[in-house]
């Protein structure tokens, strides 16, 4: 099942259709302030969040005020609405992905991930280990960039992305290994805060990547 989670980032407008036309998801989870991403073109499967940044919803609402404007604007039905208390230890992305992960989830698509929040963006990105964890693959989405997380060799199709840079997000990512790149290398240590693996660029359809141990952090982004 590919589930998406769209959070409260930057989507740009008409991304999601375009992308579920090209990659079919099969259901679609709000994440908070993510609901405002929606349109009559595509409603949500599912609500989540604490709704502290559910800004669709008029001010001075209640909580049972908010659930009944989701429900009348955005086809949810009473059971589609799960809200959480605004303070707790994880984030409504993380709760919303630990939910995805448990409806069996064998790809998970993230939009909404980046904006002017540094530490959200850094929180997002550090969800990624969960796909690590739980052997799924977990992207974060927008029109400009892909980021993922591997420890498994891996073809990476380029697919009108100009850039592909590579980070460790281990300690060290050893024996790694890239083909069918601008700066190809052979059986090279990345350790962690090394920035070598910048700005490479994909030279064929698809890159190559292989690695004996680690945890490397895979970026595609277009041109500016």
Same mark, same amino acid.
């Not at 908010?66 to 959480?84: C, D, H, P, R, T």
């Not at 929040?117 to 550090?126: A, C, E, M, P, T």
């Given at each position: 099942?590919?589930?998406?989670?769209v959070?409260?980032g930057?989507?740009?407008?008409?991304?999601? %259709?375009? &992308?579920?036309?090209? /990659?079919? $998801?099969?259901?679609?989870?709000?994440?908070?302030?993510?609901?405002?991403?929606?349109? +009559?073109?595509?409603?949500?499967?599912?609500?989540?969040?604490?709704m502290?940044?559910c800004n669709?919803?008029?001010?001075?609402?209640?909580?049972?005020e908010?659930?009944?404007?989701?429900?009348?604007?955005?086809?949810?039905?009473?059971?589609?609405?799960?809200?959480?208390p605004?303070?707790?230890?994880?984030?409504?992305?993380?709760?919303?992905?630990?939910?995805?992960?448990?409806?069996?989830?064998?790809?998970i698509?993230?939009?909404?991930?980046?904006?002017s929040?540094?530490?959200?963006?850094?929180?997002?990105?550090?969800l %990624?280990? &969960?796909?690590?964890? /739980?052997? $799924?693959s977990?992207?974060?989405?927008?029109?400009?960039?892909?980021?993922?997380?591997? +420890?498994?060799?891996v073809?990476?199709?380029?697919?009108?992305?100009?850039y592909?840079?590579?980070?460790?997000?281990?300690?060290?990512?050893?024996?790694?290994?890239?083909?069918?790149?601008k700066?190809?290398?052979t059986?090279?240590?990345?350790?962690k805060?090394?920035?070598?693996?910048?700005?490479?660029?994909?030279?064929?359809?698809e890159?190559?990547?292989?690695?004996?141990?680690?945890?490397?952090?895979?970026?595609?982004?277009?041109?500016?």
């Open positions: 099942m590919h589930i998406a989670l959070l409260n930057k989507v740009e407008k008409g991304f999601l %259709l375009e &992308y579920q036309k090209q /990659h079919p $998801i099969d259901f679609w989870i709000a994440v908070d302030g993510g609901i405002r991403h929606f349109t +009559k073109e595509l409603f949500p499967d599912l609500f989540l969040g604490d502290d940044s669709v919803v008029p001010d001075g609402f209640s909580s049972e908010k659930a009944v404007f989701l429900q009348e604007n955005y086809g949810l039905s009473q059971e589609k609405i799960k809200k959480f605004c303070e707790k230890d994880e984030t409504d992305s993380e709760l919303a992905l630990q939910e995805a992960i448990s409806m069996g989830a064998k790809k698509t993230i939009f909404g991930w980046n904006g929040r540094i530490d959200h963006v850094y929180g997002n990105i550090s %990624l280990t &969960y796909g690590i964890k /739980h052997q $799924i977990i992207v974060l989405e927008d029109k400009d960039n892909r980021v993922f997380l591997v +420890k498994e060799p073809q990476v199709l380029k697919n009108g992305f100009s592909l840079s590579l980070f460790s997000y281990s300690e060290e990512v050893t024996g790694l290994t890239l083909r069918g790149v700066y190809e290398v059986d090279f240590i990345l350790r805060g090394m920035v070598r693996g910048i700005s490479n660029e994909i030279t064929k359809d890159a190559c990547i292989t690695m004996k141990n680690g945890e490397l952090l895979v970026m595609q982004s277009k041109e500016e």
